[in-house]
């Protein structure tokens, strides 16, 4: 019975027909029965089932999508009230699928509306542009447009009736700088006079803040009309997630959902990557666990080739001293738009404003990919790091790890090796920060004792600047180890406690604090090693004391 069910769908289907199957009957019988999912992965109706996008914007009929019903009536309603507005949002953020919802919306309204891309216009001529313009407009609009420069194509639109046009240009910063200031006067006569000719709406949208780039006293594009396509909500990614689980049949485990929000931000692109990479790896389980995300997120920091990580990585390249600031150091640094860094990593989604004005990482990969791109070749340091250790003296007979035994192995290494190996140099050749060195020597010496164990490690994932903490997983046991520089009593005392918050969020009762100490302050008395409990969870502190000017 079922296979006649199946056999309707033939490959002559439309998706329009599939959508309304899809309304009618969600495909209960693959949720009772989810081993027949796998059993057609390969015929006709597996291709017209819905999937995850991973690149260029969403189509609903084929792919999982929100429609951010509220977000889409905020632009429409702009478009309503004849404004002339501008978008930013980073990449893949799902500006692209935003535009078509609103033009599917707006064209139930009445509207026209062309929507260009500019991205590749920096250094083409006039002639090129209007070319493209005119051609679009007679494709998209439906009507032809003969014009070679701004003042025909303003002309031809002046003298249109019986339309309600709308322009989105995407991209915007693509346009040669020598006819950015042309363009804007144009589309500031159009705007005026708008009551009396067809084009309702412009929208510039760019990966950068436009506002600042368009605003002056004559322009039509203001603060108050710019709209932001932001990331997704906690909420929207579950209800993402479900839209699979409603056609199919199988499940993310809550704590997995959790987890892809968590590590993406939200970032539209990275979700649906996350989502895809778990449903291709295991497309007969009916419910996807926490190793199965575990194994996407090993292969988004080791293994993806991503055009946008790339972007990120590069971008971060160019201003390095900075992001290692930021990756290495706990220091609150203010958000300023006007300073290069901060702009140029904003605009790439690298780092955001947080609540209090200060400059945090906006998505944990990200961080966490940095963290490894910037990671030093120590010229086989970790392989002789290993030929030290022999691993099983230090887990006593129950299996639990040794942890005083192997801090003190540590403390001899880095007391006859230093932390010269671990100092890598930018593209100038200037060397990294000191905590880099410090805390690339700690985790190398760990990387290599967890190897040689065949034990795991984790990085934590989060937005804050400094050090993530490090979740190694030995014998069916976990540890959390925090290491940091020290830098004064109030934050080594605040550290302590974020770590027994975090390792409590965690389900753990110990964590270990290491402290690396510059032997030429003088500490307060409570600055010392031991174990504390703070609400009954033990942080045991260890203190590494280094030479400024020997070691480094």
């Not at 081993?35 to 992965?41: E, G, K």
């Not at 290495?328 to 004005?357: C, H, M, Q, S, W």
Request: glycine letters at 6%; a neutral charge; aromatic letters at 14%.
């Amino acid at each position: 019975m079922f296979s006649i069910k199946i056999t309707k769908f033939s490959a002559m289907e439309t998706s329009s027909k599939f959508s309304a199957f899809l309304e009618t009957w969600p495909l209960r019988i693959f949720k009772e029965k989810p081993y027949l999912y796998s059993a057609v992965a390969s015929t006709s109706l597996r291709s017209l089932m819905r999937f995850f996008n991973t690149s260029g914007p969403n189509i609903p009929t084929q792919h999982y999508t929100l429609l951010r019903k509220n977000l889409v009536d905020q632009g429409v309603d702009l478009v309503q009230n004849e404004r002339y507005y501008t978008i930013w949002a980073p990449r893949q953020t799902g500006k692209s699928t935003f535009f078509r919802l609103m033009a599917e919306k707006l064209s139930l309204k009445g509207f026209d509306v062309m929507h260009v891309n500019l991205e590749n216009f920096k250094t083409e001529s006039i002639d090129v542009l209007m070319t493209y313009l005119t051609e679009e407009a007679t494709r998209q609009w439906n009507w032809p447009i003969e014009a070679t420069g701004f003042g025909e194509f303003f002309n031809a639109i002046r003298n249109c009736i019986g339309k309600r046009l709308v322009l989105i240009i995407d991209e915007i910063e693509g346009l040669n700088p020598d006819l950015f200031g042309q363009f804007l006067h144009t589309i500031r006569n159009l705007y005026h006079s708008r009551e009396t000719h067809c084009l309702k709406s412009v929208i510039l949208v760019g990966v950068s803040n436009i506002v600042g780039v368009v605003q002056d006293h004559a322009s039509p594009f203001n603060v108050a009309d710019n709209l932001l396509v932001p990331y997704f909500t906690q909420e929207e990614v579950k209800d993402l997630l479900l839209q699979h689980t409603q056609e199919t049949g199988q499940q993310f485990e809550a704590k997995v959902i959790d987890k892809i929000f968590e590590i993406t931000a939200g970032q539209p692109g990275l979700v649906n990557g996350f989502a895809s990479q778990m449903v291709k790896n295991n497309p007969q389980k009916q419910v996807l666990d926490y190793n199965d995300y575990l194994k996407v997120e090993d292969w988004y920091l080791t293994e993806a080739i991503d055009k946008n990580i790339a972007n990120i990585r590069n971008k971060a390249e160019d201003f390095r001293p900075f992001v290692e600031r930021l990756l290495f150091t706990d220091g609150n640094i203010p958000f300023e738009i006007e300073r290069d860094a901060i702009k140029v990593l904003y605009t790439n989604g690298i780092i955001r404003k947080n609540e209090e004005g200060l400059v945090a990482f906006w998505v944990p990969l990200y961080k966490k990919r940095l963290h490894k791109a910037f990671y030093p070749y120590t010229n086989g340091e970790k392989d002789r790091i290993s030929a030290t250790l022999d691993t099983l003296t230090f887990f006593d007979a129950a299996g639990e790890l040794d942890i005083p035994k192997l801090i003190a192995h540590y403390k001899a290494y880095a007391a006859k090796q230093g932390f010269k190996p671990f100092i890598e140099k930018n593209k100038k050749g200037e060397p990294s920060l000191r905590e880099a060195g410090l805390i690339y020597s700690f985790e190398t010496f760990l990387a290599a004792f967890v190897m040689e164990a065949e034990g795991k490690t984790y990085r934590e994932a989060d937005t804050g600047l400094g050090k993530s903490d490090l979740i190694v997983y030995l014998r069916g046991r976990e540890y959390l180890f925090e290491t940091k520089k020290y830098y004064s009593p109030a934050k080594f005392t605040k550290g302590k406690r974020q770590l027994a918050h975090y390792a409590r969020s965690l389900g753990l009762n110990k964590a270990v604090y290491l402290v690396f100490t510059p032997n030429h302050i003088e500490y307060p008395e409570y600055v010392h090693e031991g174990t504390e409990m703070h609400d009954g969870l033990e942080i045991v502190v260890y203190l590494l004391p280094y030479d400024e000017v020997k070691d480094f």
